[in-house]
Every structure is written in structure tokens, then in C-alpha cells.
Nanobody
């Protein structure tokens, strides 16, 4: 069984930075796309950023030039560096991975990590 374990959330002041990590445990699979989503109270979950296996990235407009997604394929780990944080970035952040076992693809999710931006 594969688990995605997230870390790095917390409380930060506006303008501050946080770095989220998400690692997939287990063996016998490869990972295609990795992504970060977020869900604020009363709102739908939304895509923040995604990165393909080859390194191509895409970002939501509301985080461009502030957040950077990266990955370490050898460690099956995805990162989200968040700079210039704003109160509206407050949400639970979830990582997601497209996992391949042979020719079968699974979509896995982390448990979520709370990010709170407040003075």
C-alpha cells in the first residue's frame, strides 16, 4: 500500500515563506505527474501547481511568481516552496500523484497539511 506523507505546514505571518514536502512510500511503481491542491473553508479544492516527470510545470494564476513546485524522482517526493504568503493562501494543502503500476494508473492523495497565514 502506498502512502503520501506530507510535512511543512504551519502558521506564518503575511510575507513569510513555507516549504511543503510530500513523499510517497513503498516500491514497485513509478510516478508521472505530481501536484499540489488546496482547499479553504467553504471553498472547493483547487489546483495550485503541477509538475510532470520530465520537469514541465504549470501554476494557478494566483500563485505565479510566488510559489515553486519541484520534485525528486529518486525519492518520489514533491515540494512546494511558498514565498510572499498572503492571508488568502490559508488553506489545507494536499499533494496528489499519478502512480503507475505496470500499465495501471492510480491517483493518490496525501492527508493534507494546514497552512495558516496570519499576523
Amino acid at each position: 500500500q502506498v502512502q503520501l506523507v506530507e510535512s511543512g505546514g504551519g502558521l506564518v505571518q503575511p510575507g513569510g515563506s513555507l516549504r511543503l514536502s510530500c513523499a510517497a512510500s513503498g516500491t514497485g511503481f513509478s510516478i508521472n505527474a505530481m501536484a499540489w491542491y488546496r482547499q479553504a473553508p467553504g471553498k472547493q479544492r483547487e489546483l495550485v501547481a503541477a509538475i510532470q516527470r520530465g520537469g514541465n510545470t504549470n501554476y494557478a494564476d494566483f500563485v505565479k511568481d510566488r510559489f515553486t513546485i519541484s520534485r525528486d524522482n529518486a525519492k518520489n517526493t514533491v515540494y512546494l516552496q511558498m514565498n510572499s504568503l498572503k492571508p488568502e493562501d490559508t488553506a489545507v494543502y494536499y499533494c496528489s500523484m499519478e502512480r503507475l503500476v505496470g500499465i495501471v494508473q492510480y491517483n493518490d492523495w496525501g492527508q493534507g497539511t494546514q497552512v495558516t497565514v496570519s499576523s
